[in-house]
């Protein structure tokens, strides 16, 4: 709204709900990771991509957030990704077998690819298994096209 109506309400709003978001990451490892809430357990692989989503165009508009933010960030997801392309449930989740629950969200993580070149690698192998071996979810296989479009379209 404060690009729409440049009313500065709007934009101490999203001030301080970065800000707030912010001061709730751990910061492991050159790794965000974060909890759903403040007691609870980790945040979901596919919830998280709102959240980043969130702190990526608070970046973008110089708010909060910078290239160290989302470098970390970055890594966060490629330490979620592992070698044989196993996508973890949860934003971290060490030692623990659960993987792909949520997979097909990896490729709504892309905007984070340009700042780690292995998490890009990762997230395009991710995006053609999916493509390679769509099932009944379609908004997978939809979100994996739509990822391979953005790649090859040299806008990433």
């Known amino acids: 709204l404060y690009n729409i109506t440049n009313e500065e309400q709007y934009k101490?709003?999203?001030?301080?709900?970065?800000k707030y978001f912010k001061s709730n990451l751990i910061l492991k490892d050159n790794m965000y990771i974060w909890k759903y809430h403040t007691d609870l357990r980790y945040e979901d692989f596919a919830h998280g991509v709102i959240d980043t989503a969130f702190a990526y165009d608070c970046y973008l508009s110089n708010l909060e957030f910078d290239l160290t933010d989302m470098t970390r960030f970055s890594n966060t997801l490629n330490e979620a990704i592992s070698e044989d392309l196993q996508v973890n449930n949860?934003?971290?989740q060490p030692a623990s077998k659960k993987v792909n629950?949520?997979?097909s969200s990896t490729p709504l993580w892309s905007r984070y690819g340009k700042f780690n070149p292995?998490?890009?690698s990762k997230i395009m192998g991710v995006a053609n298994t999916i493509i390679e071996h769509p099932n009944k979810k379609i908004q997978q296989f939809s979100?994996?096209?739509?990822?391979?479009?953005y790649i090859t379209s040299n806008k990433y």
């Open 12 to 18: 101490n709003k999203v001030l301080q709900m970065a």
């Open 90 to 92: 949860l934003v971290y």
């Open 101 to 103: 629950k949520y997979k």
């Open 118 to 120: 292995e998490l890009k």
């Open 143 to 149: 979100a994996a096209v739509n990822y391979y479009y």
